[in-house]
């Protein structure tokens, strides 16, 4: 919680070490750009480790990932952040795709929840660190703390500091000042003891440009992440949602998704418009060699990138073609680019999980 006007602002040396411009003048009306604008490139992580992964899981997993970034990188810049002693096995897994590497000490893969929140200003482009814990202090995080910085300072932009713990992944915007939040995951004590939703809005006010959070309940405990909202709802544009429909009665999401849709159907945006609700439902199977009960099997977890859609397939034919349509019709213009992301999945995440959007400055 803000205690004065230059709370998450640091003093002029801090600034400097934080990038060019770092020196944000808190009087700037700010505002995190929709995911479809235009971007200048994507961030990603090559952070795949046998401690976390597992080895039979890790190498799909490194697969899985440069699927991702090869994928991207065909309609705009990747940047990915790689462990110094790791950078010939990325290359091996990249190939010939252009993407950019960048040393960097890591812990994980999740750029969405580690890197900053971009935002613009007037005249100017910062990142937002959240001062990731690791999910709540559910996995080592010492180096992934410090990912932010890193992203920022080699973006070239400014940082805006915070005392509020928020992963990427649990915010969803729409550009013209409304946001998708999960209560599970924002408002859980691992992350902000003792804040309140109002606490947590005039924040995101000053930090993201926000005028209107929809709360989304959400679900605690039973994912890494506490719920995040980009596997429930996503916007195509602003006055349009996408959202996930679990139909497995014996999954966890199977009520939560139903109450989401409750929500979202009688909501408003920061203009007052009433919300135009899409539902996609999850994939009936998945291919079976990487199932388990923290497959992420959903295409809500999708990715913009300039001209594209870089969505999830899982060998449902009847579920990835119905994902694939409606995709297509909400964002026209763009081309829908479905892929194999078995071993992510497999990890609990999905395509957008292991991104960050750098809009245009």
């Not at 992963?167 to 003891?193: K, M, Y």
């Not at 291919?287 to 295409?299: I, T, V, W």
């Amino acid at each position: 919680m803000r205690n004065s006007p230059f709370a998450h602002v640091g003093d002029a040396l801090g600034a400097l070490l934080w990038g060019r411009g770092g020196d944000v003048e808190d009087d700037r009306r700010r505002l995190m750009p929709e995911e479809g604008d235009p971007h200048e490139r994507t961030w990603m992580a090559f952070g795949a480790s046998e401690e976390v992964w597992g080895r039979r899981l890790l190498p799909e997993a490194r697969r899985s990932l440069a699927t991702i970034a090869r994928t991207i990188a065909r309609f705009e810049p990747v940047s990915m952040l790689v462990r110094p002693d790791e950078i010939d096995l990325a290359r091996h897994f990249l190939g010939d795709a252009p993407v950019d590497i960048v040393a960097a000490p890591l812990d994980d893969l999740w750029l969405r929840d580690t890197g900053p929140v971009f935002v613009k200003g007037e005249g100017a482009k910062v990142g937002v660190d959240f001062n990731f814990n690791g999910w709540g202090r559910k996995q080592g995080h010492g180096r992934d703390r410090k990912v932010a910085g890193l992203v920022a300072r080699r973006a070239g932009v400014g940082a805006l500091r915070t005392d509020l713990v928020l992963e990427g992944g649990a915010v969803e915007v729409d550009g013209e000042g409304t946001a998708i939040i999960t209560e599970s995951c924002v408002l859980n004590r691992n992350r902000n003891r003792g804040w309140k939703k109002r606490d947590v809005e005039e924040e995101l006010q000053y930090l993201l440009g926000i005028e209107k959070i929809i709360w989304l309940p959400g679900i605690a405990g039973y994912d890494i992440t506490d719920g995040h909202t980009d596997f429930y709802a996503r916007f195509a544009r602003p006055g349009v949602v996408v959202a996930g429909l679990d139909t497995d009665p014996r999954s966890f999401d199977y009520d939560v998704t139903r109450r989401h849709l409750d929500v979202l159907n009688a909501a408003t945006d920061a203009h007052g418009r009433p919300l135009r609700v899409e539902v996609i439902e999850g994939p009936s199977t998945v291919r079976p060699g990487y199932e388990s009960d923290d497959f992420a099997a959903g295409y809500i977890n999708f990715y913009v990138c300039n001209g594209a859609v870089i969505a999830p397939e899982f060998g449902d034919l009847e579920g990835d073609s119905a994902a694939r349509h409606t995709l297509e019709r909400l964002f026209p213009g763009r081309q829908v680019v479905q892929i194999d992301i078995d071993g992510i999945a497999a990890g609990g995440g999905g395509i957008h999980c292991t991104t960050q959007q750098e809009p245009v400055g």
